[in-house]
């Protein structure tokens, strides 16, 4: 049986939120591993996602494995803390002396995992270095580990942010596409980059019609120097004075 972190019920749900457990892999996490790898010169390096039965590596290198039992890893007691756990060899530890990922392949003597930290109290999995020799690992270096440990939580935190605004802009296009409103999307210089389907209806244009126009094209020419100002102040974000016609 293994150790259980002592917020494991909120660490899972954080884990499960991410939406990243058992996800597919990612070159990002493995070009961490990468630099991991050349900078402490060991074999195998992890980005370790440890779920409820099971970890889980979202990077790797070194290793063919993509998930392990949580009961044989490391990393499961590397969360149980937010210091970085230091494994000298293995083979003495009496955590880990039995271990099947020590006494065979891939015959792990030297860990080190930096614990992947959300925050407070909610510890994902770890960043984790192999080698299959003893070896000490150095509070320099252990720091060094610590610090792309928390570079793998940004990123982390970068993809779901991705995900969100992916799947906010999917609920405005089906808000947008589903309404009698007109809703009309510009770039900063005022191109039409999306017309909401209501604009046929209501304009009498067809949204592709609109797309790609700048709204002077459609403005009587004794009016474009008023409209042309007023959408200057638009982009600049001054207020508009009084006696300019509406848009």
Not at 1 to 30: C, T, W
Not at 56 to 70: E, I, S, V, Y
Not at 163 to 182: C, F, I, M, P, Q
Request: aromatic fraction near 8%.
């Amino acid at each position: 049986m293994f150790p259980l972190h002592p917020n494991e019920g909120i660490r899972l749900k954080a884990l499960h939120d991410l939406e990243v457990f058992g996800s597919d892999p990612q070159p990002e996490y493995d070009a961490i591993c990468r630099t991991a790898q050349g900078l402490f010169s060991v074999p195998i390096v992890l980005v370790s996602l440890v779920g409820e039965t099971e970890q889980w590596f979202k990077g790797k290198c070194g290793l063919d494995a993509g998930r392990t039992p949580r009961e044989v890893s490391f990393c499961t007691y590397t969360i149980l803390s937010d210091e970085v756990l230091v494994v000298e060899d293995a083979a003495q530890d009496r955590r880990f002396a039995a271990n099947p990922l020590v006494t065979g392949e891939p015959h792990i003597r030297f860990y080190a995992g930096a614990p992947l930290v959300l925050g407070p109290g909610i510890h994902l999995g770890s960043l984790c270095i192999i080698d299959t020799v003893p070896r000490s690992f150095p509070a320099k270096q252990q720091e060094q580990l610590r610090d792309m440990a928390r570079v793998v939580i940004a990123l982390l935190r970068s993809n779901r942010a991705e995900r969100d605004a992916r799947e906010s802009a999917a609920d405005y296009r089906l808000l947008a596409d589903n309404t009698k409103d007109v809703i009309i999307r510009c770039d900063l210089d005022g191109t039409r980059r999306y017309v909401s389907p209501a604009a046929s209806h209501l304009l009498g244009y067809e949204p592709q019609e609109l797309l790609g126009t700048h709204p002077l094209a459609f403005v009587h020419p004794d009016e474009v120097s008023d409209y042309a100002r007023f959408l200057k102040r638009i982009e600049t974000g001054l207020t508009l004075p009084p006696g300019l016609p509406s848009f």
